[in-house]
């Protein structure tokens, strides 16, 4: 039985505290503070603040420490630009070359994030989790590992994470069969359904993002 280090047990805690809104956006937080919310020591937080800003979940500011950052209409357009353009290349790949194996245990996970249904934060949080996994594992069966770190550098994590609660958890759209649509796609063969399938769904993703963002909900 793994045991949880008290660093990995601080970071569960400042991130469930992120993902739930108990910590206020644009404020820089206390470690001191952080420390008797994680109930660790302020160096297990510290470490649990590196991963979290390696995430993209908090950011440092030199000389005044860490916060949770606002999203603007800018940052938001760009992760989805930059997300974008290594997917729909992603994509482009996997519908010319990917073996049985891989195109199956993608099919298993798009189902799964298809199949989870909407019933709390904890929700938001496993479908948020699936999405992201079976992402970075199309990125990974390309064979390409800088097409998966990168999407993981821009900070996929948080970038799903919202989509999720402000899309997703929101069911602005039938959502049955969303993601296995876009795996039958990308395993058709045809490499420019593939392309148009990916582009369709991460445009659809900004889109309900900005207007979630205009509608003051990224921040509630």
Known sequence: MNVMTS??????????AILEGELPRGDFLSQRMLAELAGTSIIS??????????????ESVPRWGVRIPRETRESITDRYALREAIEVMVAYLLSRNIDSRNADELRLRADECDAIAVDGTDAVSRFAER????HLFMAECTGKQLLKSELERLGLRSLLYQSARTTWAQRVDNWQRWHRSLVDEILSGDSVRAQEAMHHHVQHGLHHDLQMFEEGLFDA
């Not at 660093?7 to 469930?16: D, G, P, T, V």
């Not at 937080?45 to 908090?58: G, I, N, P, Q, S």
């Not at 999405?131 to 079976?134: D, I, K, S, T, V």
């Open 45 to 58: 937080v510290r470490e649990a603040l590196k991963r979290l800003e390696h995430e993209h979940f908090l």
């Open 7 to 16: 660093a990995e047990k601080a970071y569960h805690r400042i991130h469930k």
């Open 131 to 134: 999405h992201r996994e079976l």
